[in-house]
């Protein structure tokens, strides 16, 4: 299974923003719908935007309530990248962020989720003081 790789984590302070980047291998870009999960220290995983990659670079894009107005997801067909990015970051941004083909695959008969990503060493930490 080609992997996605997240990167760009880092900790700033609220009202900061931070730029997360998806590498996608070439082999499989725009195969599939890319999302965003993000896995709070609750332990609550949340489908924070998706995007449709197509042959143009402005793909349909969905958000969660949570981070529409702030949380921006883009495409680089060239880079076979997914950017999201965030401004306005809040303490409860906090999270491990990941990035995976959508919808989610199926393991064992279920839709993968944010402890299989961290289970394969997936993901990129974000945190945002007060």
């Known amino acids: 299974e080609p992997r996605l790789v997240e990167s760009g984590g880092g900790s700033v302070q609220a009202g900061g923003s931070l730029r997360l980047s998806c590498t996608i291998p070439?082999?499989?870009?725009?195969?599939?719908?890319v999302a965003w999960y993000r896995q709070t220290p609750g332990n609550e995983c949340e489908l924070v935007s998706t995007?449709?990659?197509?042959?143009?670079?402005?793909?349909?894009?969905t958000y969660a309530d949570s981070v529409k107005g702030r949380f921006t997801v883009s495409q680089d067909n060239a880079k076979n990248t997914v950017y999201l990015q965030m401004n306005s970051l809040k303490p409860e941004d906090t999270a491990v962020y990941f990035c995976a083909t959508h919808p989610p695959i199926r393991v064992g008969g279920r839709p993968v989720t944010c402890v299989d990503f961290a289970n394969w060493g997936q993901g990129t930490q974000v945190t945002v003081s007060s």
């Open positions: 995007i449709s990659i197509d042959g143009s670079s402005d793909g349909r894009t």
């Open positions: 070439r082999v499989i870009f725009g195969d599939s719908d």
